[in-house]
């Protein structure tokens, strides 16, 4: 069973950082495509960011390019998502997962694993 748990999530205020990690156990990290989604009270989970298994190709949601950045530590089987100028609207609980397959990193269909989650907020 693969198990992922979040952690660095909190409260910041509007143009501040915060560096979210997830870590992987259970299974061979190297073998999940990794990404990072959230969700916002009565919305939709929605793609944040996707990391393939080397580390060599990454995706970004539209509302989060140019301003996070998603990364991989194999070695230490951890993925992390760095932001930056963060805004209110980025609030929300924020969940990584994992994938076996290597397309459509964007949906959440795709996804085999979940953690629970870590809350973010940006006050104004």
């Known amino acids: 069973q693969v198990q992922l748990e979040e952690a660095g999530g909190g409260l910041v205020q509007a143009g501040g950082s915060l560096r979210l990690s997830c870590v992987v156990s259970?299974?061979?990290?190297?073998?999940?495509?990794m990404g990072w989604f959230r969700q916002a009270p009565g919305k939709e989970r929605d793609f944040v960011a996707a990391?393939?298994?080397?580390?060599?190709?990454?995706y970004y949601g539209d509302a989060v390019k140019g301003r996070f950045t998603i990364s991989r530590d194999n070695a230490k089987n951890t993925t992390f998502l760095q932001m930056s100028s963060l805004k209110p609207e980025d609030t929300a609980i924020y969940y990584c997962a994992a994938s076996l397959q290597g397309f459509y990193l964007s949906s959440k269909e795709r996804y085999n694993y979940w953690g629970q989650g870590t809350q973010v907020t940006v006050s104004s």
């Open positions: 990391i393939n298994r080397s580390g060599g190709t990454t």
């Open positions: 259970g299974r061979t990290f190297s073998n999940y495509h």
